[in-house]
């Protein structure tokens, strides 16, 4: 049967037209044996391709056992014999383009082939800017390519007069190095004119003594595709379809062929097509040989196995100083045999590794998600989660029968995350660690503004469409009516074709960016594993493949990840450090404080972990937190899982005893016990998948597998069918199978596990712990962690104060870059910082600062000492900072507007023989508190003299008139917003 070698996807950014799978699957279709996915310099949607194919044989070999156990499928006439289809086979390749023009696409005959592949294509975009890459005819002559099978492409020019122009010295040159593991493609360009060409190319082929091979160099997988094909390409060169001119197709005949076709196509040349038939009966590669190796982690002579018992032991000790429990002993020795029995020994130092180097540097960290169910994740310091509080088994994170690779997520400090980052790139070097990629796909905005000006719509249609994003992807049926109510003609043609492009082009690759921080790391080469490109940033490789290849592949990742309240909880123990004299890490927080909880219940959570959204703090007054697994379970439940299936309202009724505790059978009542028999954890829902609805262990990996990439809707859905039919047999309410079903897809789009929350409830505690006892240090190191979270500037520090914390102003002579806490006598004040000031850049900070010395005596003394720009000075007056020299406001202004810069010039600095001008005193009018205020927001983004409301209080609140006679207007004009 005949193989395409040559197809392009749509990984070949803004020119391919079909996805990877839509090839496999019409490959199945038209009969083809296998197919080539082969994109331009990269080998980024292969994996799919790969898992496709896959599929389609997973669904061939169900669908031949049932018919073993049961019979043919459905009525057979009588004699007719079924079709057998066959899983298409997926052939790795790359489309080798070469700085001079010249087009190659490569075939690795085996393993050492592929890496050969890789390394070349590293090579070239390690060389370039993200997203292009390099490649001169010399590198592939250095590389060698053994075992990799080269097919040329030749100019489609050759049935012009120029013929093959200087394509042919580059292809001889090329030819005597590689010419036996060479050939020419005869492909068709669909222009009339294919008969001569192919008459041509065959004769060139004979020049150089390469066989020809056949090829469609297939740009779609179907026809239909063709409009989008143009789209793509006027996307790709910043023009509207309209103005393509002959770069559009000229018909939609550049797609996928079966083998009848492409003889048809050749006529005499179509032994073309059997020389491919026995070529691809060469290409035995397939990237299920790729067979990953982690870095084997010994050190100094000892085993793996040695080490990592040693040090989970000494972590052990280090965690239980008066000794471990019995208990906590033998889940030690149970998660140790495990562990080395599946030979993940180095997988878990390389995480203590990273961990040790970042405590080394004082960098907090806290391991995430299913690291919370282990012990020795505990002991070697990756999560601070306790197993007396852990609420899972060490069998959810690494399984025997599961056969899976564990995961683990490590926060650090968002502010010095790169320090990590760079440490593991210095430890294993760029050629053994990468992070791996993040598709970006067409969603939404992007799809209707990019194919929107493809098609000619004008900036304002455009904006209009934009606007109603919502009302078009998430209400079926309503997109004529959303269209009517701003304005446009829903029948009119070319708005009809440009909705039905974006529905066509959502879910397309645009470009790879990089993950937020998976890293890959081999023992060999991981450029001989997968190609590595440069990122966008500085000092970051990259690998082409997303966490869903890693996956598929079976490749383990580190997760090296950031959190913002890491960073503010580090500074917050910092400064109980220096100002309390209080050493605390997230082990060593007081536990199960009733204050922390009672101050839960009163949802007073600005600024706290998790639970400081508006839905969060609507909910503590009800959920009424008292213990650590309250936590957990109020970390998860504000998620859209468990509101898309309808588990909130009743767990709460549960809870509050209003609402009687059920389970549908005893064995889902071992799941649900926990959850007072409402599922909330994705786990759960796995769980009532596999006991409820019969799912066998392998389909509940790919539920669990289409879960874990909810941003590609639509893989959870497929399994309804089977989970309501499954459900019913087993005897449950199909309501409750419903809404069980709803949840899942709830979790598609954003999956909570219950380790996860586990790991993110002692974040919540430990910052409420600390704003509940520390609330003016609290309230410190998190304006120093910013920007994160919801809350602005002003309002974290409003909350401060009312807790009864003093905040000072920014001030010349005693604010640093940082804000700062200043001990006044038994109390803590917090000082603010230069930070919070619009405009002001650390490094000018830190000059002022150091430059201070026993203090600044005025605007022009701050200027000619700390050596900083004159708009330095003015923004610093703008914000009042030198109230504390006693000028105010629009006096430091004035003399800050009066610095020239630049060095002073001595011939005008003097008084030249009694002629100086003195400048007399200038009398500014006050600001009024107003006035004072609005500046504050609009230097400081906060005002600790008013808060806005309080001046329109008369007009907003009925009666105050009479109010305010008997009090005082003081007590309203306190606080900032």
């Known amino acids: 049967m005949f193989t395409e070698i040559s197809a392009t996807s749509n990984f070949t950014f803004l020119t391919g037209a079909s996805h990877p799978e839509e090839y496999v699957l019409r490959a199945e279709q038209l009969g083809l044996a296998a197919i080539a996915i082969a994109d331009t310099n990269s080998v980024a949607g292969i994996v799919r391709a790969h898992q496709q194919a896959r599929e389609i044989?997973?669904?061939?070999?169900?669908?031949?056992?049932?018919?073993?156990?049961?019979?043919?499928?459905?009525?057979?006439?009588p004699g007719h014999e079924p079709p057998r289809p066959k899983a298409p086979r997926l052939i790795p390749a790359a489309r080798l383009l070469l700085a001079d023009g010249t087009e190659i696409t490569a075939l690795p005959e085996a393993r050492q082939g592929w890496g050969r592949l890789c390394r070349l294509i590293s090579k070239g975009r390690l060389r370039a800017p993200k997203g292009d890459c390099l490649l001169h005819p010399e590198d592939l002559l250095e590389n060698g390519l053994d075992?990799?099978?080269?097919?040329?492409?030749?100019?489609?020019?050759?049935?012009?007069?120029?013929?093959?122009?200087?394509?042919?010295?580059?292809?001889?040159?090329?030819?005597?190095?590689?010419?036996?593991?060479?050939?020419?493609?005869?492909?068709?360009?669909?222009?009339?004119?294919?008969?001569?060409?192919?008459?041509?190319?065959?004769?060139?082929?004979?020049?150089?003594?390469?066989?020809?091979?056949?090829?469609?160099?297939?740009?779609?997988?179907?026809?239909?595709?063709?409009?989008l094909a143009d789209v793509v390409t006027a996307i790709r060169t910043s023009r509207t379809v309209e103005a393509l001119g002959r770069d559009a197709l000229a018909n939609g005949e550049q797609r996928l062929r079966s083998e009848a076709e492409m003889r048809r196509m050749l006529g005499p040349f179509q032994d073309a097509v059997d020389r491919t038939i026995s070529l691809v009966q060469r290409l035995n590669f397939s990237l299920d040989e790729l067979r990953y190796e982690y870095p084997s982690e010994i050190a100094e002579g000892e085993s793996p196995t040695d080490r990592l018992a040693r040090l989970a032991r000494a972590g052990l000790a280090w965690r239980y100083p008066y000794g471990a429990p019995d208990r906590v002993r033998a889940m030690l020795d149970h998660e140790l045999t495990l562990i080395a029995k599946l030979n993940y020994e180095p997988y878990f130092l390389t995480v203590h590794d990273v961990v040790a180097f970042a405590r080394s540097r004082n960098i907090l960290c806290q391991g995430r998600g299913s690291a919370a169910n282990s012990v020795v994740c505990y002991a070697l310091g990756v999560t601070s989660v306790s197993p007396e509080i852990g609420t899972m088994v060490f069998e959810r994170f690494v399984s025997e029968a599961r056969d899976e690779p564990p995961d683990i997520d490590v926060d650090f400090e968002h502010e010095r995350r790169e320090e990590v980052i760079q440490h593991i790139y210095e430890r294993y070097g760029r050629h053994r660690a990468g992070l791996c990629a993040t598709v970006i796909h067409y969603r939404g905005k992007r799809a209707i503004r990019e194919v929107g000006r493809a098609m000619g719509l004008t900036e304002d249609t455009i904006s209009a469409l934009s606007s109603q994003l919502w009302g078009f992807f998430a209400a079926g049926g309503m997109e004529d009516q959303r269209m009517r109510e701003i304005g446009l003609d829903p029948t009119d043609p070319r708005l009809r074709q440009t909705m039905a492009l974006i529905h066509e082009i959502?879910?397309?690759?645009?470009?790879?960016?990089?993950?937020?921080?998976?890293?890959?790391?081999?023992?060999?080469?991981?450029?001989?594993?997968?190609?590595?490109?440069?990122?966008?940033?500085?000092?970051?490789?990259?690998?082409?493949?997303?966490?869903?290849?890693?996956?598929?592949?079976?490749?383990?990742?580190?997760?090296?990840?950031?959190?913002?309240?890491?960073?503010?909880?580090?500074?917050?123990?910092?400064?109980?450090?220096?100002?309390?004299?209080?050493?605390?890490d997230l082990a060593t927080i007081p536990p199960e404080d009733p204050k922390v909880y009672d101050m839960l219940c009163k949802a007073d959570t600005i600024g706290v972990f998790q639970v400081e959204s508006r839905a969060q703090m609507n909910f503590l007054p009800r959920m009424r937190p008292r213990c650590f697994y309250d936590l957990v379970i109020e970390v998860a439940i504000i998620?859209?899982?468990?509101?898309?299936?309808?588990?909130?309202?009743?767990?709460?009724?549960?809870?509050?005893?209003?609402?009687?505790?059920?389970?549908?059978?005893?064995?889902?009542?071992?799941?649900?016990?926990?959850?007072?028999?409402?599922?909330?954890?994705?786990?759960q829902a796995m769980q009532i998948a596999i006991i409820g609805a019969g799912f066998t262990p392998e389909e509940a990996d790919r539920l669990r597998r289409s879960l874990a990439t909810f941003k590609k809707h639509g893989n959870v859905s497929e399994f309804r069918t089977r989970f309501l039919r499954g459900m019913r047999r087993n005897g449950y309410d199909e309501d409750f199978a419903e809404r069980c079903f709803s949840q899942i897809e709830g979790f598609g789009s954003y999956g909570f596990p219950e380790s996860h929350a586990a790991s993110f409830a002692l974040l919540v505690y430990a910052s409420s712990w600390i704003k509940r006892h520390h609330p003016g240090i609290f309230a410190c190191a998190l304006l120093n962690s910013q920007p994160m979270g919801f809350y602005a500037p002003a309002q974290i520090v409003r909350d401060a104060r009312e807790h009864g914390v003093e905040v000072r102003p920014v001030d010349i002579n005693a604010s640093h870059w940082d804000n700062i806490m200043e001990r006044d006598g038994a109390r803590l004040a917090l000082r603010l910082g230069f930070r919070q000031i619009k405009g002001v850049a650390q490094e000018e900070a830190d000059w002022i600062v150091a430059a201070r010395g026993n203090g600044y005596h005025s605007v022009g003394d701050v200027w000619r000492r700390a050596g900083v720009a004159p708009s330095l000075i003015e923004r610093?007056?703008?914000?009042?900072?030198?109230?504390?020299?006693?000028?105010?406001?629009?006096?430091?202004?004035?003399?800050?507007?009066?610095?020239?810069?630049?060095?002073?010039?001595?011939?005008?600095?003097?008084?030249?023989?009694?002629?100086?001008i003195v400048e007399p005193a200038v009398l500014l009018p006050e600001m009024t508190p107003g006035e004072a205020m609005v500046e504050d927001f609009v230097a400081l983004r906060l005002s600790l003299k008013a808060h806005p409301v309080a001046f329109l209080r008369e007009v907003l609140t009925p009666g105050y008139g009479a109010w305010r006679g008997a009090g005082t207007v003081e007590e309203e004009r306190k606080g900032p917003v």
């Open 506 to 584: 959502e879910g397309f690759p645009r470009h790879l960016s990089q993950h937020v921080g998976g890293f890959i790391m081999t023992e060999g080469r991981l450029d001989e594993l997968v190609p590595i490109e440069n990122a966008t940033m500085e000092d970051r490789t990259v690998i082409c493949w997303d966490k869903d290849d890693i996956d598929t592949l079976g490749i383990l990742k580190v997760d090296v990840l950031a959190l913002g309240m890491l960073t503010c909880i580090r500074k917050a123990f910092d400064l109980l450090e220096r100002h309390e004299m209080t050493e605390l």
């Open 639 to 683: 998620r859209p899982g468990p509101i898309q299936g309808d588990m909130v309202h009743p767990y709460i009724r549960r809870r509050n005893g209003e609402e009687a505790v059920e389970f549908p059978s005893d064995e889902l009542g071992r799941v649900l016990g926990k959850t007072l028999g409402v599922p909330l954890f994705q786990e």
């Open 876 to 916: 610093l007056a703008e914000a009042d900072a030198f109230a504390g020299l006693g000028l105010d406001r629009r006096g430091a202004i004035w003399e800050a507007k009066a610095l020239r810069p630049g060095k002073p010039l001595p011939l005008f600095e003097g008084d030249m023989d009694g002629e100086g």
């Open 147 to 227: 075992q990799v099978h080269l097919v040329l492409h030749p100019p489609q020019s050759l049935t012009s007069q120029r013929g093959a122009g200087d394509w042919l010295p580059r292809a001889k040159r090329l030819t005597r190095r590689f010419g036996r593991q060479m050939s020419l493609a005869l492909a068709p360009a669909y222009d009339g004119q294919d008969a001569a060409r192919f008459a041509a190319q065959t004769a060139l082929a004979e020049a150089l003594a390469l066989p020809t091979i056949a090829s469609a160099r297939p740009i779609m997988h179907h026809g239909r595709r063709r409009r």
């Open 57 to 77: 044989a997973r669904a061939i070999r169900e669908r031949t056992d049932w018919e073993a156990a049961n019979g043919p499928m459905g009525p057979l006439k």
